[in-house]
């Protein structure tokens, strides 16, 4: 059921909302001829990005895509989301992701089949078909259009300024920033009049989808987890200029349920697992974000239909709808998913259908802290007024930094993680006053033991044998040199390498609960980020026998000083080195390729075949052109020629067994 906030608070958050699309993508400049109607569109969930932040706008468009985005702005998801699981087209899987928009496409004359009586889902759609379908979809018949098809639907679409300015042929497939342009300007263009004195009507007031409807979009919805207020950044959602934040809390431990409906909240009062939104109206005129704290725990004792098309799940005997962004990897039959009579907790929406679910979880990590550095200072408080006073500098659990006050010299605890407890100066009478008035920070140590060799197993949230839990707190720790602050992060469960992990790579844990689950851990450069592959592209010495190595490292210039020549090094050669802090401290070793050739198999996005062997890349993986010279220049997997003979082709990976690193190509 949908929640609303009060009339006064609307006609505040009108008062003060921002206007501006929130959501840009990291490939769109904003001076785009298509950047006003990628924003409008993109509101509207016609289209999105590719997950990573990109759009992709010179990405051809597929027929199957196309579908999906003219049954979105027609207003047909539901009618798509009830069409599912059925075909007419031998092409076309039942229960495809597209099958419902292509059935409800086709059953509302949007689009039609090819001659050969299939789909061709995957093939690109082209700038013919894209005008005819727009076209049509404004209420014009081939009795309206003069002349023999394309040329007749491209020239109306011409006449009708759905085109302006794209300047395509008939057969050429259609980019996605020419769809962003069409259908948005499809959207304001007046529909075939059945008679002489009917009214103009756009197309977006016939399908309902009109641009004036207040707070009607809500955006993907974001679960908080490890959420750092200073960011201003929470999945999709950004939080920048400071938009108004309202909470809706359905407590169901009470009975009757406690409704606490727009509230008015501060970003630093998000919490974990509150499921938010950023709402708008259709024009993305005005925004507020909403915070959705309605959760329900109880066993599941039923998964409908079935486990392997779920769309409902039943907790207690009472039957929640799955959301449109659920992972329903979680309760199908996907290994490692949730089962009949577990017990969890369900993430409901604005809309009270299920968001996430996970295990319950009792134990409470909130106050451990990684110690990040520490430091000594002269107090300029009233009580201690010009005494010298030790600080910490804590990575905490929320993902923020923060320096406190301690007692004693903490100088042995940093690079360790620690229990910590605020003191407040006891004369404040709340909260709010006493995080103002906070004194300083007591720190406890906590019990380091030897942690040998484990296995992670991801899908069953394992670790040997020990379960891991929901909110589990995963501090990866780089580097710790003398003098400077650490180089460490926040992670999440799903970021943890899978497989075997080597002893020591996990520096510490914490178990709780009558499970013994680990709550807390603590890496130890898990994705060995300490170490980088470089390239040597130059040496130099001087009179004193001092050598200065220039070394290409992800991409960047590195110089690094050594008085004894480091031994059988030249220029080309790929060194591994030991970072921190920006800088190479030295050296390590000249290592051995794990992978050998003089062409390349296949690559794309995620793997390079070398040999017949394939090898994923890593997210930070860089390719390098090596030349005559040991000159190297950083290359794109586009630059990267298959089945072409090279000089050389060296693949090494991050870590025995591991991913992709660097591939350098050595030009002949």
Not at 645 to 668: H, T
């Amino acid at each position: 059921m949908k929640k609303y906030i009060s009339l006064a608070l609307i006609a505040a958050i009108l008062c003060i909302a921002t206007g501006a699309y929130a959501g840009g993508f990291t490939d769109v400049p904003g001076n785009a001829v298509y950047a006003d109607a990628l924003e409008r569109l993109s509101s509207l969930g016609i289209v999105s990005g590719d997950g990573s932040g990109q759009f992709r706008p010179d990405e051809i468009i597929t027929r199957e895509q196309f579908a999906k985005g003219m049954v979105i702005a027609s207003g047909l998801e539901t009618v798509a989301d009830s069409m599912k699981g059925s075909t007419i087209f031998p092409d076309v899987e039942l229960n495809g992701w597209s099958s419902g928009y292509i059935n409800a496409a086709l059953n509302k004359g949007l689009i039609s089949g090819m001659p050969d009586g299939k789909f061709h889902p995957g093939e690109s759609i082209t700038f013919a078909q894209a005008c005819t379908v727009l076209v049509r979809a404004l209420g014009y018949t081939d009795d309206d259009v003069q002349g023999l098809w394309p040329k007749n639907y491209v020239g109306k679409a011409a006449e009708l300024g759905l085109t302006a300015g794209i300047n395509l042929g008939a057969n050429d497939g259609l980019p996605r920033w020419a769809f962003v342009l069409m259908v948005d300007r499809l959207l304001d263009t007046n529909v075939k009049k059945a008679s002489a004195g009917d009214a103009d009507q756009t197309y977006a007031a016939k399908v309902g989808m009109t641009r004036d409807n207040i707070y009607s979009v809500y955006s993907k919805p974001e679960v908080v987890k490890n959420f750092n207020p200073a960011t201003k950044k929470l999945g999709s959602i950004d939080l920048s200029g400071n938009p108004p934040i309202v909470r809706n809390t359905i407590d169901k431990s009470t009975s009757p349920q406690t409704n606490n409906i727009g509230e008015s909240i501060k970003i630093s009062q998000i919490k974990d697992y509150d499921v938010v939104y950023q709402v708008s109206d259709a024009a993305n005129k005005n925004r507020y974000i909403l915070v959705v704290d309605n959760k329900v725990t109880g066993n599941i004792t039923g998964i409908l239909p079935n486990k392997f098309s779920p769309t409902t799940i039943q907790i207690d005997g009472t039957d929640y709808e799955l959301g449109k962004y659920f992972d329903l990897n979680k309760i199908n039959s996907t290994a490692g998913s949730f089962k009949i009579n577990e017990n969890v907790t369900i993430l409901l929406g604005y809309d009270g259908k299920v968001v996430d679910i996970y295990y319950p979880d009792s134990s409470d990590n909130t106050n451990f802290a990684f110690v990040v550095n520490w430091g000594t200072t002269t107090s300029t408080d009233l009580s201690d007024y010009g005494k010298r006073v030790y600080t910490v500098k804590l990575l905490l659990t929320s993902g923020a930094t923060q320096t406190f006050k301690v007692d004693s010299d903490p100088w042995d605890k940093k690079g360790k993680v620690v229990k910590y407890q605020k003191v407040y100066d006891p004369n404040t009478s709340t909260q709010e006053t006493s995080e103002n008035q906070l004194q300083k920070v007591v720190l406890e140590d906590v019990p380091y033991m030897n942690i040998g060799e484990v296995t992670v197993d991801k899908d069953d949230r394992q670790i040997n044998s020990t379960d891991v839990t929901e909110n589990v707190k995963i501090f990866n720790l780089i580097s710790n040199d003398q003098g400077k602050d650490c180089d460490v992060s926040l992670i999440d469960w799903s970021d943890m390498p899978t497989g075997n992990l080597e002893e020591g790579k996990i520096a510490f844990w914490n178990r709780t609960g009558p499970f013994s689950d680990i709550n807390v851990l603590v890496l130890n450069d898990a994705f060995y980020d300490h170490y980088r592959f470089g390239v040597v592209e130059k040496i130099a010495n001087d009179r004193n026998s001092r050598y200065e190595y220039t070394l290409m490292i992800d991409g960047n210039e590195y110089l690094y000083t050594t008085y004894p020549q480091i031994k059988d090094t030249k220029a080309g050669d790929v060194v591994k080195v030991e970072m921190a802090n920006n800088s190479v401290n030295k050296i390590v070793e000249i290592p051995n390729a794990d992978a050998k050739g003089v062409a390349v198999g296949a690559i794309d996005e995620k793997r390079i075949m070398v040999n017949g062997n394939v090898y994923r890349f890593r997210d930070d993986v860089k390719i390098y052109f090596k030349y005559y010279n040991g000159v190297c220049a950083e290359k794109g997997i586009n630059d990267v020629k298959t089945n072409w003979v090279y000089g050389q082709v060296d693949v090494y990976l991050d870590r025995p067994g591991g991913k992709a690193e660097l591939v350098v190509i050595s030009i002949q």
